[in-house]
Protein backbone atom coordinates (compact mmCIF):
# COMPACT_ATOMS: atom_id res chain seq x y z
CA UNK A 1 0.00 0.00 0.00
CA UNK A 2 3.05 2.30 0.69
CA UNK A 3 4.37 1.62 -2.26
CA UNK A 4 1.52 2.43 -4.37
CA UNK A 5 0.79 6.00 -2.57
CA UNK A 6 4.56 6.69 -2.88
CA UNK A 7 4.41 5.59 -6.79
CA UNK A 8 1.45 7.61 -7.01
CA UNK A 9 2.78 10.76 -5.14
CA UNK A 10 6.12 10.83 -7.49
CA UNK A 11 3.40 10.37 -10.77
CA UNK A 12 1.86 13.40 -9.46
CA UNK A 13 4.80 15.60 -8.44
CA UNK A 14 5.70 14.81 -12.03
CA UNK A 15 2.48 16.41 -13.67
CA UNK A 16 2.66 19.42 -11.28
CA UNK A 17 6.07 19.74 -12.21
CA UNK A 18 5.56 19.10 -16.01
CA UNK A 19 2.12 20.95 -16.18
CA UNK A 20 2.01 23.42 -13.41
CA UNK A 21 -0.54 25.85 -15.93
CA UNK A 22 -3.15 23.13 -15.98
CA UNK A 23 -3.12 22.04 -11.73
CA UNK A 24 -3.15 26.05 -11.50
CA UNK A 25 -6.25 26.08 -13.62
CA UNK A 26 -7.94 22.72 -12.01
CA UNK A 27 -7.50 24.57 -8.50
CA UNK A 28 -9.19 27.74 -9.69
CA UNK A 29 -11.77 26.63 -11.27
CA UNK A 30 -12.89 24.24 -8.96
CA UNK A 31 -12.27 26.36 -6.51
CA UNK A 32 -14.95 28.79 -8.38
CA UNK A 33 -17.18 25.78 -9.03
CA UNK A 34 -16.93 24.96 -5.16
CA UNK A 35 -17.70 28.04 -4.18
CA UNK A 36 -20.64 28.77 -6.67
CA UNK A 37 -23.38 25.70 -5.59
CA UNK A 38 -25.33 26.55 -2.85
CA UNK A 39 -24.88 23.67 -0.25
CA UNK A 40 -27.07 25.15 2.46
CA UNK A 41 -29.49 27.50 0.36
CA UNK A 42 -32.23 26.54 -0.91
CA UNK A 43 -32.74 25.67 -4.51
CA UNK A 44 -35.41 27.68 -5.90
CA UNK A 45 -33.28 30.69 -5.05
CA UNK A 46 -32.10 31.97 -8.43
CA UNK A 47 -28.80 33.58 -8.79
CA UNK A 48 -28.10 36.37 -11.22
CA UNK A 49 -25.35 37.84 -13.28
CA UNK A 50 -24.20 39.90 -11.17
CA UNK A 51 -24.08 37.48 -7.65
CA UNK A 52 -21.49 35.22 -9.81
CA UNK A 53 -19.52 38.51 -10.77
CA UNK A 54 -19.30 39.24 -6.95
CA UNK A 55 -17.97 35.41 -6.15
CA UNK A 56 -15.29 35.87 -8.62
CA UNK A 57 -13.68 38.75 -6.31
CA UNK A 58 -11.54 35.74 -4.70
CA UNK A 59 -10.78 34.09 -8.20
CA UNK A 60 -8.16 37.01 -8.56
CA UNK A 61 -6.62 36.14 -5.32
CA UNK A 62 -6.23 32.56 -6.61
CA UNK A 63 -4.82 33.81 -9.91
CA UNK A 64 -2.04 35.66 -7.91
CA UNK A 65 -1.14 32.53 -5.81
CA UNK A 66 -1.15 30.19 -8.76
CA UNK A 67 1.47 32.58 -10.32
CA UNK A 68 3.06 32.80 -6.91
CA UNK A 69 3.21 28.91 -7.25
CA UNK A 70 4.47 28.71 -10.93
CA UNK A 71 7.15 31.34 -10.08
CA UNK A 72 7.95 29.42 -6.70
CA UNK A 73 8.13 26.08 -9.17
CA UNK A 74 10.52 27.90 -11.69
CA UNK A 75 12.42 28.78 -8.98
CA UNK A 76 12.81 25.36 -7.62
CA UNK A 77 14.09 24.00 -10.64
CA UNK A 78 16.61 26.71 -11.31
CA UNK A 79 18.08 26.18 -8.06
CA UNK A 80 18.00 22.57 -8.34
CA UNK A 81 19.84 22.91 -11.42
CA UNK A 82 22.39 25.63 -9.70
CA UNK A 83 23.07 23.19 -7.36
CA UNK A 84 23.50 19.73 -9.54
CA UNK A 85 25.78 22.23 -11.58
CA UNK A 86 27.84 23.12 -8.63
CA UNK A 87 28.12 19.62 -7.36
CA UNK A 88 29.72 18.71 -10.91
CA UNK A 89 32.13 21.95 -10.74
CA UNK A 90 33.12 20.51 -6.74
CA UNK A 91 33.62 16.79 -8.67
CA UNK A 92 35.86 18.37 -11.64
CA UNK A 93 37.72 20.45 -8.88
CA UNK A 94 38.41 17.28 -6.91
CA UNK A 95 39.35 15.25 -9.64
CA UNK A 96 41.51 18.31 -10.76
CA UNK A 97 42.96 18.62 -7.00
CA UNK A 98 43.42 14.50 -6.72
CA UNK A 99 45.19 14.93 -10.65
CA UNK A 100 47.68 17.74 -9.34
CA UNK A 101 48.74 16.07 -6.46
CA UNK A 102 49.06 12.63 -8.30
CA UNK A 103 51.23 14.83 -10.43
CA UNK A 104 53.66 17.19 -7.92
CA UNK A 105 54.29 13.45 -5.74
CA UNK A 106 55.30 11.98 -9.01
CA UNK A 107 57.58 14.87 -10.39
CA UNK A 108 58.84 15.25 -6.43
CA UNK A 109 59.47 11.44 -6.39
CA UNK A 110 61.49 11.94 -10.25
CA UNK A 111 63.04 14.66 -9.03
CA UNK A 112 64.59 13.56 -5.65
CA UNK A 113 65.48 9.90 -6.94
CA UNK A 114 66.73 11.06 -10.57
CA UNK A 115 68.70 13.76 -9.62
CA UNK A 116 70.60 12.69 -7.14
CA UNK A 117 71.97 10.19 -9.44
CA UNK A 118 72.05 12.42 -12.14
CA UNK A 119 74.38 15.12 -10.39
CA UNK A 120 76.78 12.04 -9.25
CA UNK A 121 76.46 11.92 -13.25
CA UNK A 122 77.01 15.25 -13.99
CA UNK A 123 80.02 15.89 -11.54
CA UNK A 124 81.95 11.96 -13.01
CA UNK A 125 81.51 13.36 -16.07
CA UNK A 126 82.72 16.70 -15.24
CA UNK A 127 85.98 14.98 -13.95
CA UNK A 128 86.63 12.51 -16.90
CA UNK A 129 86.34 15.38 -19.28
CA UNK A 130 89.47 17.26 -17.48
CA UNK A 131 91.14 13.96 -17.46
CA UNK A 132 90.23 12.66 -20.80
CA UNK A 133 90.69 16.24 -22.70
CA UNK A 134 92.81 15.86 -25.54
CA UNK A 135 91.01 11.78 -26.23
CA UNK A 136 88.28 12.57 -28.80
CA UNK A 137 86.21 9.30 -28.23
CA UNK A 138 85.85 9.75 -24.98
CA UNK A 139 84.48 13.54 -25.56
CA UNK A 140 82.22 12.39 -27.69
CA UNK A 141 80.50 9.29 -24.67
CA UNK A 142 80.66 12.43 -22.88
CA UNK A 143 78.40 14.73 -25.06
CA UNK A 144 76.27 11.22 -25.31
CA UNK A 145 75.65 11.51 -21.39
CA UNK A 146 75.39 15.15 -21.04
CA UNK A 147 72.82 14.82 -23.88
CA UNK A 148 70.94 12.17 -22.47
CA UNK A 149 70.78 13.79 -18.89
CA UNK A 150 69.77 17.04 -20.67
CA UNK A 151 66.75 15.51 -21.54
CA UNK A 152 65.88 13.63 -18.26
CA UNK A 153 66.40 17.37 -16.88
CA UNK A 154 63.58 18.26 -19.68
CA UNK A 155 61.44 15.54 -19.21
CA UNK A 156 61.08 16.50 -15.56
CA UNK A 157 60.49 20.16 -16.20
CA UNK A 158 57.70 19.40 -19.18
CA UNK A 159 55.99 17.15 -16.39
CA UNK A 160 55.86 20.24 -13.92
CA UNK A 161 54.61 22.77 -16.95
CA UNK A 162 52.52 19.90 -18.04
CA UNK A 163 50.51 20.21 -14.49
CA UNK A 164 50.26 23.54 -14.07
CA UNK A 165 48.53 23.77 -17.76
CA UNK A 166 46.55 21.12 -17.19
CA UNK A 167 45.13 22.86 -13.54
CA UNK A 168 44.96 26.11 -16.17
CA UNK A 169 43.19 24.83 -18.82
CA UNK A 170 40.68 22.54 -16.89
CA UNK A 171 39.81 25.82 -14.33
CA UNK A 172 39.13 27.88 -17.77
CA UNK A 173 36.73 24.67 -18.87
CA UNK A 174 35.44 25.07 -15.65
CA UNK A 175 34.50 28.67 -15.66
CA UNK A 176 33.37 28.18 -19.45
CA UNK A 177 30.70 25.22 -18.26
CA UNK A 178 29.55 27.86 -15.58
CA UNK A 179 28.78 30.35 -17.95
Known amino acids: MKKIVRKV?????????????????????????VTSLNFFGRQAEKRSFVDYIMQFDSLFFLWIAAAVFLQWQKMRKAYKQEEDHRHNIERVLDRQEIYSTLIK???????????????????????????????PEIMRWLDRIDGAMSRIHNTIRDLQAYES???????????????
Open 105 to 135: DITMMLQDNVNNPLAVISVTTQEIRRRFEKD
Open 165 to 179: QKLIETSQEAVRKKS
Open 9 to 33: LQNLKVVVDRYPVLIAALVIYLYYL
